[in-house]
Every structure is written in C-alpha cells, then in structure tokens.
C-alpha cells in the first residue's frame, strides 16, 4: 500500500518562499502523475499544481509563475517550491495522485503566510 508523507511547511512572512518535500513509499510512485493539493480553513481541498510521470507540469492560476513542482522519481518523491508566498496561500497541503487523488491522505502539512 503507498504511503505520502508530506513535509518542509511552516510559518512565514508574505513575500517569503517554502519548499515542501512529499515522499511516497512503494516502488510503483514513478508510472503515476502527481498533485499538490491544499485545503484552507472553511474551503474544499482544491489542485495546486500536477506533474506527469514524464515532468510535464501544470499550474492552478493562483499559483502560477510562483509555484514550481518537481519530482525526483528515484527518490519516489515530490517537490513544491513555493515563492512569493501570499496570506491567501495559508492552507494545509497535501499529495497525491493526480487527476484521481486514489491513496489515501496522508498527514499534510501546513503553510502560513503571515507577518
């Protein structure tokens, strides 16, 4: 069964950037496209950004030209480097598989945009 542990979020300054880590166990990581996704207080989860197997990447509007996602597939994990960071980005994220998040949630980690 795959497994996501997400990690790197934390309290930061508007402006300010982040780097969050999601490493994902099972050897079957790399033949799946994958998503960051975020879910803010009294909101729906919602896709941030998605990355293919083979590196093509795709961006939600609020987020683009800031966000950059990544993969390391024989670390079997995902990256979000986060930039500009805005109080609206303020939410827990999470991984997964994209477009249908089929495992099962892990942990999240979360981000706040604050001065």
């Known amino acids: ?14 402006g300010g950037s982040l780097r969050l880590s999601c490493a994902a166990s099972g050897s079957i ?7 960051w996704y975020r879910q803010a207080p009294g909101k729906q989860r919602e ?27 024989a670390k079997s994990t995902v990256y979000l480097q986060m930039n500009g960071l805005k109080p609206e980005d303020t939410a827990v994220y999470y991984c997964n598989v994209f ?10 980690t979360q981000v706040t945009v604050s001065s």
């Open 1 to 14: 069964q795959v497994q996501l542990v997400e990690s790197g979020g934390g309290l930061v300054q508007p």
């Open 29 to 35: 990581f790399r033949i799946y496209a994958m998503g």
């Open 47 to 73: 896709l941030v950004a998605s990355i293919t197997s083979g590196g093509l990447t795709n961006y939600a509007d609020s987020v683009k030209g800031r966000f950059t996602i990544s993969r390391d597939n």
């Open 99 to 108: 477009p249908s998040p089929v495992v099962s949630w892990g942990q999240g």
